[in-house]
């Protein structure tokens, strides 16, 4: 649980996630690019995210992630093989870069 009024960069997440732990984290810089949400059955989510800084925000979200984990196993499973598997490495960072320089 990460609810961060403000967040530069952040590794706790991707260090959460790469050992299974499914984030919750308010939208906000480096955790808003590195969790994307799997809330409303959204196939490629690797953790919950929140908009507002504040608490009703943060338990409704964590509601959910609850909801998942009590009622389809499964589904939540899936959303920690995804961070698990997630690519924060350099490599793709590099590639990623690069395709942006060919393009201009």
Known sequence: ???????????????????????????TGGLADS??????????GTGYLF???NA????????QAVGLYNGDPEGFAS????GMTADFSWKKSA???HDIYVKL
Do not use: F, N
């Not at 530069?8 to 732990?21: D, E, F, H, N, V």
């Open 1 to 27: 649980l990460m609810p961060s009024k403000s967040e530069p960069c952040g590794l706790s997440q991707m260090i959460a996630m790469r050992y299974g732990t499914v984030p919750i984290v308010r939208k």
């Open 35 to 44: 969790v994307k949400s799997c809330q409303v059955g959204q196939k490629d």
């Open 51 to 53: 908009d507002e800084y």
């Open 56 to 63: 009703h925000d943060m338990l409704a979200v964590i509601a």
């Open 79 to 82: 959303v920690q093989r995804r």
């Open 95 to 97: 590639k990623e870069y």
